[in-house]
């Protein structure tokens, strides 16, 4: 059940980015996108309540839910439903009826990108995720063709790639932190970093990471998923 | 760990490549002239690679070569070939407005390299590294990255932003090839790409920019400040 609806909020992004591209007429396009974001929402409806306190994994573990990204992908798919909604009528006030099919496609790839981020198990793969949210968000602020949008497309991109690559460098930092734990190579997943964390040195993320492992082990809910 | 256990010759080749790596990013600082800032890029590049492989070699890790020659490829010839034709498009030569003189950067630089060597050197006593090539790999890494920060608020010429984006995320590379060479292949594959990609939107926008706001100087966007 949890398996399908998690299969059902990702794939129907995906399908209306094919969709638009394939088809490339506005209104099926403007369509396509109100339904799939429909789908979306609905389909995160649920999830909180159907995920328990452990997290569940799918397709050998890349696939992860828990609460927090439960919530998150709700938030998301909130804003993804209204947003699309209002897209309708804002881009037909914009009268780029011959591009739009672009517009869609891309709004329907950043609504995948952003679905899909929370989900990752894979720590590397998270931050691709996020990588691939800002690339295609570039677009879409520079989609209309004045200097103004050009501007904000610039300011968008240099303030979030430096932001992305701090991100890259605090992933660095954690598996080797964890490299003296398990080793030169392992898998970067959520679990295994949260099971590494009380044995870690403090000295990188004293205040984050290790106190929180410290407070969820003392609460008994690692021995959980370890 | 393979800096643990590192012989004399390895440690003082890494050391080598490393400051080499660092000196060539002063060599941006200390420019006013793109093409400049272009070769110390692409010989850093160069450097990184002969880096990934020396970590290759004396680690046992074949699948490095195949990154030192990725990186070669990537950010050694086709990232340089790709900004320069930017550049002679643009038919731009040199920063004419500067907010800080290169002699006052250089300066301001070296107090970064101070910084970052005083953190480094903290945090490789608490994991008992402190005679080893990660005190001088963590100097790098993060002094690249404040360097890279500081020519992304100084320089207001869209190619030396680019060129910022790229030390920041060179200087990660760095780090993470001496310090956690046994990181799964796929995430440095994929950092190779989305800088490809990066630069291809760079190209966008560049051009862009300059049909819409007329100049690619970053002074002229300020239709929309807070």
Request: proline residues 4%; charged residues 10%; hydrophobic residues 55%.
């Amino acid at each position: 059940m949890l398996g399908a609806l998690l299969l059902a909020l990702s794939l129907a992004p995906l399908v209306a980015l094919v969709g638009c591209l394939i088809v490339r007429r506005p209104r099926i396009c403007e369509a396509l996108n109100v339904v799939a974001s429909a789908v979306s929402f609905l389909c995160a409806l649920p999830l909180p309540f159907l995920v328990d306190g452990s997290p569940s994994l799918f397709w050998s573990d890349y696939i992860i839910i828990d609460r927090t990204s439960a919530w998150v992908i709700i938030c998301t798919s909130i804003v993804y439903f209204l947003a699309s909604i209002y897209a309708v009528g804002y881009m037909r006030m914009l009268k780029e009826d011959e591009r739009l099919f672009r517009f869609y496609a891309l709004f329907a790839g950043f609504g995948l990108t952003t679905l899909a981020g929370p989900l990752m198990n894979s720590v590397g793969i998270y931050w691709i995720a996020i990588e691939l949210t800002t690339l295609v968000s570039t677009f879409l602020v520079a989609f209309e063709r004045v200097a103004e949008s050009m501007e904000a497309a610039w300011k968008y991109i240099m303030a979030v790639s430096a932001g992305i690559s701090l991100a890259l460098l605090g992933t660095v930092l954690f598996y080797w932190c964890g490299s003296f734990v398990l080793g030169p190579t392992y898998q970067m997943t959520w679990a295994v970093l949260t099971d590494a964390a009380p044995k870690m040195n403090p000295t990188l993320f004293d205040p984050c990471v290790s106190a929180r492992a410290r407070r969820l082990r003392d609460q008994g809910r690692i021995g959980a998923h370890a | 760990m393979l800096i643990q256990h590192l012989g004399p010759l390895a440690s003082s080749l890494f050391s080598l490549l490393a400051i080499a790596s660092l000196l060539l990013s002063f060599v941006m600082l200390g420019s006013r002239w793109l093409k400049n800032y272009l070769y110390a890029f692409a010989a850093e590049s160069w450097i990184i690679a002969a880096l990934s492989a020396a970590v290759g070699y004396y680690g046992n890790y074949p699948e490095l070569y195949l990154i030192a020659m990725l990186t070669l490829l990537f950010r050694g010839l086709l990232l340089p070939y790709l900004i320069w034709r930017i550049i002679r498009r643009l038919n731009v030569g040199r920063e004419i407005h500067v907010i800080l003189q290169p002699s006052t950067s250089l300066v301001v630089g070296a107090f970064f390299v101070m910084f970052a060597l005083s953190v480094s050197f903290r945090v490789a006593t608490a994991f008992q590294l402190e005679m080893t090539v990660a005190v001088l790999a963590l100097t790098v890494m993060l002094s690249m990255k404040l360097i890279g920060f500081l020519m992304l608020a100084v320089r207001h010429e869209a190619i030396s932003q680019i060129l910022g984006l790229l030390v920041l995320e060179n200087g990660i590379f760095l780090g993470s090839q001496i310090l956690v060479p046994g990181m799964p292949l796929l995430i440095e594959l994929v950092i190779l790409f989305d800088l490809l990609i990066i630069v291809a939107c760079f190209g966008v926008l560049v051009g862009y920019l300059l049909t819409h706001v007329g100049s690619t100087s970053t002074l002229d966007l300020k239709r929309l400040v807070g």
